[in-house]
T-cell receptor
């Protein structure tokens, strides 16, 4: 596929459990973003990866949230000890990263429900 | 720091009428401006962008937007609305003084009435 993919599409978990969300960016895209979108709200920046540089973690809401990306490939967002307020759609986007192409391409999102 | 405002939570327009969804921004450097659309239970789809050049930008599905530097605005427009345009629209800005950080507006829900 040519687009950004995310898995799972839906995740229901119990409060206190850990969850791992996956994002497969478009091949060759150097930059990758994670956002959180609560019901009826806008996008909340979480973390940004650019190539092999240190990620920008300034948007992570707490130390329960972490993310990894190996090179310019798959990224995983991990939420430990989930809370009900973590319920949201988690969106991933990737960018080619050149000066001329700074458009973000979004995946379909993972809908997380914490019971 | 950069910021984006979408002053209208909701815009209602009759099918066939022109539509405008407003966006204003604040940056310290040069703005890169974007519009995205989100249909129910879907991710965001890119509509159009302004990086440099002509102030009037044409995008997907007949949408266009005009960059106005003096008013710091980037309003989304379409000459004739379709019911299928009903969706949530997000404006986003990247300040070239802040690397690859994007800021999204809160979104405007567009309802096109038949």
């Amino acid at each position: 596929g040519a687009g950004v993919s995310q898995s799972p599409s839906n995740k229901v978990t119990e409060k206190g459990k850990d969850v791992e969300l996956r994002c497969d960016p478009i091949s060759g895209h150097t930059a990758l973003y994670w956002y959180r979108q609560r019901l009826g709200q806008g996008l909340e920046f979480l973390i940004y990866f650019q190539g092999n540089s240190a990620p920008d973690k300034s948007g992570l809401p707490s130390d329960r949230f972490s993310a990894e990306r190996t090179g310019e490939s798959v990224s995983t967002l991990t939420i430990q000890r989930t809370q009900q307020e973590d319920s949201a759609v988690y969106l991933c986007a990737s960018i080619l990263g050149t000066v001329l192409d700074t458009t973000q391409y979004f995946g379909p999102g993972t809908r997380l429900t914490v019971l | 720091a950069q910021s984006v405002a979408q002053p209208e939570d909701q815009v209602n327009v009759a099918e066939g009428n022109p539509l405008t969804v407003k966006c204003t921004y604040s940056v310290s450097g040069n703005p890169y401006l974007f519009w995205y659309v989100q249909y129910p239970n879907r991710g965001l789809q890119f509509l159009l962008k302004y990086i440099t050049g002509d102030n009037l930008v044409k995008g997907s599905y007949g949408f266009e937007a005009e960059f106005n530097k003096s008013q710091t605005s980037f309003h989304l427009k379409k000459p004739s609305a379709l019911v299928s345009d009903s969706a949530l629209y997000f404006c986003a800005v990247r300040d070239d003084n802040y690397g690859q950080n994007f800021v999204f507006g809160p979104g405007t829900r567009l309802s096109v009435l038949p």
